[in-house]
């Protein structure tokens, strides 16, 4: 498999992801649970840490427009939110941690309280359409309930992100003087 279809072959898996996840969240979890786990904001910064800064802006970026054609009332927040969000993540992920699992451990967790809070502020709270006893009643459990199932998101998107092609087997470097004794 060459890089390019590596490459198609790792965005179409995400893509395929994020739809899973999307439908998931809208039609079983209502059923289950009273609150629903926000997978589509914590999905971006997971792919951003495993995949890095450019394609966490850009996966974030898609992934904020699908939440803000679901989720009335949010106008372009979650675009904003998440492509800044996944942007942030991936850059720092690699220089603050050490591995994948304790940089998502650690920036997950932040990047969900950080978006339902502000998610709280700017499209309830200031608008006048809840007071701050719904942020203790539904943004505090949904934060809970998608820290919690977090790993079922990380696990598929680790398996996606180690998808890549085989590393072609280059012959030895030959060092000039050598090539040049060869020559005569």
Not at 118 to 134: M, N
């Amino acid at each position: 498999m060459s890089a390019r279809a590596a490459a198609y072959a790792v965005w179409a898996l995400y893509g395929a992801l994020t739809l899973f996840v999307f439908l998931l969240q809208l039609s079983l979890f209502p059923a289950l649970l009273p609150v629903r786990p926000m997978w589509l904001p914590l999905l971006p910064l997971i792919v951003a840490v495993l995949e890095g800064e450019w394609s966490g802006l850009w996966f974030g970026l898609a992934a904020g427009v699908l939440c803000d054609t679901v989720f009335f009332g949010t106008g372009v927040f979650y675009s904003v939110a998440l492509m800044l969000l996944s942007a942030a993540a991936g850059r720092h992920a690699g220089s603050l941690f050490s591995g994948k699992v304790a940089a998502c451990a650690a920036i997950c967790p932040a990047g969900v309280l950080l978006t339902g809070l502000l998610h709280f502020l700017f499209c309830q709270a200031l608008p006048g359409r809840a007071g701050i006893a719904a942020l203790w009643l539904i943004a505090a459990p949904e934060a809970a309930v998608t820290l919690l199932s977090a790993p079922l998101l990380f696990l598929p998107a680790w398996l996606i992100s180690r998808i890549r092609p085989a590393a072609k087997k280059r012959a030895p470097r030959v060092p000039y003087r050598i090539k040049r004794y060869l020559r005569r």
